[in-house]
DNA sequence: GATTGACTTAGAGTGTACTCTAAGGATTAA
DNA sequence: TTAATCCTTAGAGTACACTCTAAGTCAATC
């Protein structure tokens, strides 16, 4: 017996509204997604383990248009790994420069907030 | 001598364009800034210093409508200092988390480029 | 005194990423 | 079998944070 995913199955699965399901399929950042004899959408688990993946590009502040582009390397096969590879380590370096930024401004305003407890004196900033 | 920071000035020492400058004034995260005779605005050094916080905020990911609570708040004077200290405090965790999240899709990407490498075997996401 | 250029305002337009609506077809429960 | 609830599409609307335009004022230079 088949495991029948429909829209709403894989939304409530991955967390996606069936909105941003459709519109994720409209810009390919979703492709080749199956339909059954009455058109309807049905997902597979290779369809899940995609969209895990392009939620933790998106969590990473990987814009759409790069996550696409992705899409679009990963479709054309095997010879664009290495393309696919850049597009990541590009990423990585931004993601790493972003949490060095957040650990220093967490570490001020943890500041700011010792002065509102009257421990410190005032920072300027 | 007094030193005269017009707009173009304060946009050149802050690095927000003068429409954003302006727009952050319209919707009252800048207050109660100053005009000289014929209605120009002129900064001053306070300016800077309420602006360079206003952007560490912002770059630690709060949105312009709490920075414009905390702005109200610091308008009304001391009587509020707790309540500032509550967002500051509110947005440090969120910022915790968020960093956490994303030392977490670091390390899973660069096991992804491992696997680019051909170091390691397929991750799924 | 004309031109250049910086300033003012209100308000329109843009990009990103959804989010929702309308109109209609298919499936399921009462 | 009829009503409710799914699904489909194209396309409009929303939220956020700018970003730009138009029309006009004012000061400084040629």
Partial sequence: MEVFINIQRFSALTNLSSHTIRYYEKIGVLKHIARNSSGHRFFTTKDIEWIQFVKRLKEMG????????????????????????????????????????????????????????????????
Same sequence: chains 1, 2.
């Fill in 62 to 125: 990987m814009p759409l248009d790069n996550i696409k582009l992705y899409a679009d390397l990963r479709e054309q096969g095997e010879s664009t790994a290495e393309q696919r590879k850049r597009l990541l380590q590009e990423h990585v370096v931004i993601l790493e420069q972003r949490i060095a930024l957040e650990a220093l401004h967490l570490k001020k305003i943890k500041e700011k907030i010792l002065y509102y407890e009257n421990i410190i004196d005032v920072p300027k900033i």
